[in-house]
């Protein structure tokens, strides 16, 4: 198994115990969670399906989007889409589903399902990893470690983000190595569509390597499942004892990668179930 492999099934125990140690409500919606409530379109690259394989959460994969009835969808990056579905999810969306996608669904899918919001700036970044400053509100606000920012990995090729209707879009995450490397800050945005919520990432959920930047980012996982998940002694013995794990079988930075993406992706589903409306942060809900 790879590192960045167990790092996420690390991750998964850990946001489901942070959960049931936090936020028990979060927990108990997960756990009501049905494969029709979560779809997800296969994409060319990324692989969200592992996140929620890794988390429990049940899914139908490709389903008819005539039939789509799903609470929340989830658009992996591809190289193409179907034209049923672009042209069936704004309505979706407006009638309260929730659609999270990532990178090249930028252009492909969101431009001309959800026009004049955001759109894709026409370069492309390289193989690297970035790393992330959560907006204070962000679904990532509350696993956010001070003087350690989370690292995000770029597909080689990713398509940076360009906002369209400043007034419209929220900037979920951002980064400065994006701004100086590609003159395109933003990590993840989301906005509203009638009832329901489009939420879009730079790259991909399930992230391939991370990076060690600071020695903190070399320390064993157990430092990051105390410091930014905030895991009580015996949840941190348990995310190890239920994951077959040692605190160095993945370090700090493999972990964290791993937890933010999980993290989000767990928040989504919980959100969207709940039925939270548009603009409130699940972070500030308890």
């Not at 039939?67 to 704004?90: G, H, M, R």
């Not at 959560?134 to 360009?162: C, K, T």
């Amino acid at each position: 198994m790879s590192d960045m492999k167990q790092a996420y099934k690390i991750a998964a125990a850990a946001v489901r115990e942070r959960f049931a140690e936090q936020h028990p409500d979060y927990l108990e919606i997960i756990d009501t969670i049905t494969p029709k409530d979560v779809a997800v379109y296969s994409g060319s690259y990324d692989r969200v399906e592992d996140i929620l394989t890794c988390l429990g959460l049940p899914m139908t994969m490709n389903p008819d989007a005539n039939k789509l009835e799903a609470k929340i969808v989830f658009a992996n990056c591809s190289d193409s889409y179907s034209e049923t579905l672009v042209k069936q999810l704004p309505a979706l969306v407006q009638n309260g589903t929730w659609l999270v996608s990532s990178d090249w669904a930028l252009g492909k899918l969101l431009q001309p399902a959800f026009p004049h919001t955001v759109r894709w700036n026409n370069r492309y970044t390289g193989d690297e990893v970035i790393s992330v400053e959560a907006s204070l509100h962000s679904l990532w606000s509350e696993v956010v470690v001070l003087g350690a920012d989370p690292q995000w990995w770029l597909e080689s090729s990713s398509h940076p983000i360009e906002i369209a209707n400043p007034d419209k879009v929220r900037i979920e995450a951002a980064s400065h190595d994006l701004l100086a490397r590609h003159q395109a800050p933003i990590v993840a945005v989301s906005f509203d569509w009638g009832k329901g919520q489009v939420f879009h990432v730079i790259s991909h959920f399930w992230c391939k390597r991370s990076r060690s930047p600071t020695p903190r980012h070399l320390n064993p996982c157990t430092d990051f499942l105390e410091a930014g998940m905030r895991l009580s002694e015996s949840g941190i013995a348990k995310v190890l004892r239920d994951t077959k794990s040692q605190p160095k079988t993945v370090n700090f930075a493999q972990l964290q990668s791993a937890a933010t993406a999980t993290e989000l992706v767990a928040q989504l589903c919980v959100g969207a179930v709940r039925g939270d409306r548009p603009t409130k942060s699940l972070a500030a809900v308890s």
